[in-house]
Structures are given as C-alpha cells and as structure tokens.
C-alpha cells in the first residue's frame, strides 16, 4: 500500500469536489490500486490547513470535519501561506486547484515552480502556467524527475491528453481539433435552433454553465488555452498565445448562419492544430462543420477531440463530466497514474 | 537507448504489416520514445529466422532482405519451431499474431503460456486464448512480473482498454458499450440504406471488408470475444463464451426494421456489459439505437467504444483504422507503453 501526500492548493469548487471525491474514494483507491491517498494539507489565499500523519491518525481531514469553508475548522491557520507549507515533510504532490490568468500565468506560475523545485510532483487544473511557460514547466518537471499531470487543464473529464500520449503512441498526429469548451458549444448549439446569442448565454447563466462574466469562454480564450497545451503536450512544440489566431462566438453574422444551415452544415467553435499550416497553424476559429464530420455530433455543453493519425485514421473521444466533480475526477486520475507502471 | 526484441509470431496480414511498420518507425521510436526496436525472430507455421544481434549487426532483418514470403529468406530455417525459439537468448516480448479459435484458444494458448512462463511479455492480436482462458493469463502475467497487451484483441487502432485503464483511472465503470465489428456494421448500414442482407454482405465481401466465410463476423462472435476480453480486463472479472448471449445479424425480420425506421433508430451490433443486471450481463446484442445515443453516429466499417462511469460521465472513443496495417498500430503501441513510465 503506497500512501500519497497531497497538497491541495485551492478550495474553490474544484478543490472542494476533489477533497470530497479522494474522501469518497478512499476505499476504491486502496481495493483497485492499492494506494492510500491522503489530503494532508489545504491551502487557500487567507491561510490553511495541515494534519501531520504523525500527528493525527492517517493524516487525513475527515468529511465531517472539513466543510465547505476552509476557516471554520478548527486546525485552520490564518495565515498559513505556500512558503510555510513548502517546509513540511512528506508532500508528494501538489494539486493546484486556483484559478489562474492565461496571460501572466499569476498566482500559479510562481507556485508550480516552486512545487516541482521541491520535488513534488504536480497535478493542475490551472491552465495559466502551462500557458504562459509550457517550455519552462517541462523542463523543470523533467530536470527534477517528477511529474506533471495536466488532465484537470486540458478538458477535464474528456480524456484528450492520455489517449494522444498512451493510446496513439507509435503514431504520429497530423493534426488536432477540438470542441473544448461546453459554454460556447451550448450557446452555438442554442442560436443553431433559433435563439439569439443574447438569449443562449443568458439560458447557459441561468443554468450555471456560464460565468457571470463569460469573456473567457465565448471569446475562444478557454478553448485557446486547452489547444495551446494539448498541443504543447502532444507535438513538444513551444507554442504561446502570441503564436495564436484566436476566435471567439460573440460576433456571428447572420450571413454564416444562413449559409450554414442551408448547406447542411452546424458551426461549432473549434481549436485546431494543423501542423502542415506554414502559418497560423494553431488557432480557435468558429467553424462551418459537415455531418461527416467527427465532432458534428457534440452538441449542447459538450465536449469531444479528434486526433489525425498516420498509421491509426483518426480517433475521436467525446463525452466527459463538465463540472467541478468531473474536473476532480481528471485531478484524481493524473494522480493515480503518476504511481502506476 | 532501450533496445527491445521481438519474437514475432505469425506472419500473414498482420504480422507482415507489424514488421513492416516496425522497419518504418525506427527512427519514430528511437527519437520520439528512445527505444531500438528489433524483430529479432520471426516464425510462421513451417519455420522461422532468428537473427542474434552479435551475428547480424542491429539483429534486424531489414525491410528489402524480408519480403512477402518469409521462405524466401536466405536464414530462413524450414522445421524451426516455438520450443527452439524459447532457447533463444535475449528475447523481450513475444508479438502473436496468429489466428486462433475463441473456442479452443489454439494455437495460441500454449504459446502464451509457455512465453509468459519464459519471463516475456506478451503483445497479442490473437484473441482465443484470452477468451478461452483470461483469468489463467492474467494470473500467469502477473506470477512472472510481465506485462500483457491487448488492444490488438481488442478492437485494435480504436483505443478501449487503455482508455478504460488510464483515461478512466479512479472512476468506476458501470457500464461498457461497443460496436466493435466493422464487417457488421457495414453490412447494418448498407442494410439501413435498402439493401438487402445478402446484397451489403456481398459488397462487404467485394470490398475486403468481409472474410470468405464471415460466419465470426456476422454471426456475432468476434464482438463477442471482444466485449468479453474488454470486460475481463476491465472489471477484474473471468466471464467466458458461456456466460454470454451472443446473437449477430443474420436473421433480421423485416417488422425490427420498419419498427427502428419508423421510430427514427438505427439497428446496431452491439457488444454490452450492463453489471446491473443479475443476469446475462454480457452480451452481443442487435439493438435499435436512437440518434441520442453516443455510438448513433458510428456508421459503415466504424467502430466506437462508450464507457458509462460514476464521475467522469460517459466517455466515448470512436475511429481508429480497421485493417491489418491498424492492428499492426495497435500491437506497437502496446510494445512501446511496456515500457513507459
């Protein structure tokens, strides 16, 4: 039985679902893949939480105990900041649980560094870091000989990045598309049915599948970050937002909408990496797409990518849970796979 | 640099295509995962060649000196046989693709057993033995610390159970469904188009999709090796033939038809575990599908996979090339993730 250390940097809904799911799974883990996962610290922006294996049974905060705010348990340390937990022993992983800026990588970019400097490997959710310095975070993982699990920030519960990295080893990807981002799909897939764009993101709002601000996802920003890492990840390209053509669904004419539904075709926001491109080979555009298309069936908030291949065709993924648990549930499987052969 | 030996048996269609492909992928491989692949033996049903790295520079035959017809190789040597080829030293993994019979596991069974015995890892298209006896395999792998690929048994280039295994760690699967026969599945669509069974079969058969005897296809028993191969794998459990029902689509009534079209579904193959039930739980069921359902779109020679999961929702794969040269994908694959972190 392998007990891991985890440092849980957020307690956000993301950090919240995945402090509950590694609670829920306790048994699982340990009955499938004979690991004995521990939460051992908690941090949030005000201060934190850490529970020595020594000094509290198995070194696990209980459900019961630790609710949904992190300042009213009772071991919570006002105060408590990254540096502080940076110096206790045992901390296998970070699970980096905070939003971050996709153009300064801030807060997370400092802490991700930090983490893998120390030795522990790193679990994200956080796209910014990998956006700003995918390079930098690469090369730091590898010089440090841990590892970097980037589920939870490239489409969460949507499997995108095992399956071009595992199932399609030995081949090589001639290109990527995807529908990334389940807000923009829902409100392209509502006006496709006659609603304005005003009235579609409204819906998706009410629903809380949109931000009250929404800029990142309708804007093609979200979707964006997702390509830029997953080809990063994919191709060991470099790429930075800079390189980007980026395109968002704020400003469709009626013309396009026309033109698509009279052709038969359904436009969908897609994040392309098309390697054969001298230019502009990576790119967020909103796209005309056929029936025979391998994404012309995602529709709604959800979500699917597609992977050209030399010698495999293409192989498409779609499907995923897209929401806080879903996005826990990727940040559990990068860190069960870290420890598996 | 890892180098890694193959033993690869069989060498029809898929084998030719595996050694192939290995011969093309040597830089791929040596750059990409830093690995020298080798296919240092090969043998088929009348003899082989075994090429000792200190005899023959790289001990790898090179793609012009091996051609269609392994006889026709200088080495070759008539009367050499599996026992000789278990003496052979530095052997790493064991390649199989020969045909075997789901019902008997031969020939392969006894190889399996008898390579795994030797301390390789086996890499294998050939579904009998898995069929006929998982739970020995599994259990055989595991006493020897080797390692077993599957997915060229498996529905070859469309991932399923490196998808299940890694994409899904930590979720629990609650349900698998899969059209995962390309030759019924085009002869469905044609089908669907207005042909009739023995008119889509024909074309099948015209077009290569179809064996001369297509009676595994049609009549359901590769979905069904496959399904159950997958489920094995999966759920850690131990079904065999017997546990399942398995129906194909030789004997569809005209009124399942009409029914399906009137009510706006598709008629499919599909091969199911459904763990709720308490009986006939795995199964290779005709089954009308409605556009709502994730494997609608998987039409003609397609396949596609659907993994019903507690926290990641259900997750799709669809794609993946269906041919010799697809299988000989998959089988690389599964050599160069042996040996993956």
Redesign the interface.
């Known amino acids: 039985m392998k007990k891991i250390n985890i440092f849980l940097l957020g307690y956000g809904q993301v950090g919240k679902n995945f402090f509950r ?1 590694v609670q829920e ?1 306790q048994d ?2 340990r009955r499938k ?1 004979e690991h004995h996962i521990c939460v051992s610290t908690v941090l949030n922006s005000r201060g934190g939480l850490y529970t020595a294996s020594e000094k509290k049974g198995e070194g696990m905060f209980t459900g019961s105990a630790l609710g949904s705010k992190l300042e009213e348990h009772p071991d919570y340390v006002s105060g408590m900041d990254f540096e502080n937990v940076l110096e206790y022993p045992d901390l296998d992983i970070l699970v980096d649980c905070t939003p971050s800026d996709i153009r300064t990588g801030k807060p997370s970019l400092d802490y991700t560094h930090r983490a893998l400097n120390r030795g522990m490997h790193v679990v994200t959710a956080s796209k910014g870091p990998l956006v700003v310095d995918f390079a930098g975070i690469r090369t730091n993982a590898e010089k440090n000989s841990v590892c970097l699990g980037m589920s939870g920030a490239t489409a969460a ?3 995108t990045l ?2 071009a990295l ?7 990807i001639l290109g990527i598309e995807g529908i990334l981002n389940g807000t923009s799909n829902y409100v392209l897939t509502r006006m496709s049915e006659g609603m304005t764009y005003a009235q579609a993101l409204n819906e998706a709002q009410r629903k809380g599948m949109a931000e009250p601000n929404p800029e990142q996802d309708v804007e093609g920003w979200d979707t964006a970050a997702k390509i830029l890492i997953i080809t990063n990840a994919v191709m060991g390209t470099s790429y930075t937002l800079e390189d980007m053509r980026v395109e968002g669904i704020t400003n469709i004419s009626s013309s396009l909408w026309k033109e698509a539904k009279k052709t038969g075709h359904k436009l969908k926001l897609i994040g392309r990496f098309s390697p054969q491109r001298k230019t502009q080979n990576l790119e967020t555009r909103l796209s005309p797409i056929h029936p025979s298309h ?1 994404l ?2 995602v529709d709604g908030a959800a979500k699917g990518i ?1 992977f050209f291949t030399d ?11 897209s929401d806080p ?2 996005a ?3 940040l ?2 990068d ?3 870290i420890y ?2």
Do not use: I, Q
């Open positions: 799911l799974k699982f883990c893949y519960a949507l499997p095992d399956v595992r199932s399609l080893a030995g081949a090589e391998s012309y069936g597609t010698t495999m065709n293409t192989v498409t993924v779609t499907g995923g849970k648990r879903g826990a549930a990727a559990l499987k860190v069960l796979n598996r052969g």
